[in-house]
C-alpha cells in the first residue's frame, strides 16, 4: 500500500485510534487524517460525515471510533449503546458509497458480538449463532449491525469493506475512570493509586474467570495489516489466543508494582462470563509473523505512557 495514500482515522483521539496513528506515523504513512469532535466532526451527524467524504475522499478510512465503556456504562446506558455505535457506522458506510466509493474501510466490531455460551475458543463461525450476553445487548447488537453492514454494502455497492474484531484492550490512553472502565484498566489504576497513596485493594467477584487482554499497539498493526493486505467479507478476531483468570492477571501486577499488601475480593460482584478466549487461527492464516505482547512487557508500558510510572 502507498504510504501517501489519504489515510483517515475516526476515533483518533481513542486508545486504538490514537495507537493506529502513532503505528502508522512510524510506518512511515505521512498523508494521516484524523478528524474528531474537537473540530466539529461528529460522526451522529450525517451532514458532517457526508461533508467529509465529499471533500476529502481518502483512500483508507479506519473506523474504530465508538460509544465504548465497561460492564457498568454499557448495561445502564444500552440504549444509548445501541444507538450511536449503530448510527455512526450507518452513517459513515452511507456517506462513503454516495461521496467516496473507492475507499476501503476498516470496521472494528468486538468479541462481545458472539453469543453468551461458546465453545472455546471462540471462532468467527460463531457469530449470529445464539443468545447474546443481556448486560451488553445494546452495544453487541450495534456492533453485529456494523459487521453485517460492511458484508452488504460490499455485496450490493461493491465497497471494499472489512471488518475485524478485537478482543479487550489495554494500553497508553485508556480510559481509567472506575465507574465506566474496562477490567485492566480499573486494574492497573487501582495499583497505582495503592502504589502512591496506600489505598486499600478490592477487586470485584471471584478472581476465577478467564479473560484475553490484548495490547492496543499490537491491535492497531494487526488492523493496519489487515488494511494492507486483506479484502474479504469474513470477519477477523484479533485476540491473544491466550488468556489469565482475573487472579492470575493481578498476580502479574502485584509482582510488577512489588506490592505485598492485602488484597480483597467483593463476593457480592457479579463475575460475568466466566470464559471468553479467541480462535485467531485465521488471523494468523493472514498475518503469519502477528504476535501480540505478554501482560507483563505491556503493563510496564501502560504504566510508563500514562502514569509515568517506571516499575
Ligand atoms: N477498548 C476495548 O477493549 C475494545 C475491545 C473491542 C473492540 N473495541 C472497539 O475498538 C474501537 C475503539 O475503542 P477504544 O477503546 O479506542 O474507544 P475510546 O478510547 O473510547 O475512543 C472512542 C473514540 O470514538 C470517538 N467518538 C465517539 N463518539 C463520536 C462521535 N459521535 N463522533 C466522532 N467521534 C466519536 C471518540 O472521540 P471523542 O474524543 O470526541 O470522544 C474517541 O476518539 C471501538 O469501535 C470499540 O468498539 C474496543
Redesign the pocket.
Known sequence: MNKNNKTAV??????????IVRQLEKKGYDNILS????NG?????KKSVEEFFENEKPDNVY???????GILANNTRQADFLY??SM?ILNVIEALKNFSPETKLL??????IYPRENPQPINENRFMTGPLEETNKG?AVA?GMGIIACQLYRQQYGINAIAA??????GP???YDLKNS?FIAAMVQKFVNAHRDGTELVFWGSGRPRREALF?DD?ADACIYLMENYNKPEIVNIGTGYDHSIKEYIEIAQKVFEYTGEIKWDSSKPDGMYEKRTDISYLKSIMPDYKPRPFEEGLREVLKADFGVEV
Not at 478528524?35 to 474537537?38: E, F, V
Open positions: 475516526f476515533g483518533g483521539t481513542g486508545m486504538l485510534g490514537s495507537s478528524p474528531s469532535r474537537k466532526f461528529d460522526l451522529l451527524v473506523m474504530v471510533a465508538g460509544l465504548v465503556g450511536q455505535n455512526m470496521y472494528t466490531g468486538s468479541t462481545c452495544y456492533k474484531m478485537p478482543t479487550n484492550l489495554y490512553n485508556d480510559n474496562h492496543v491491535c
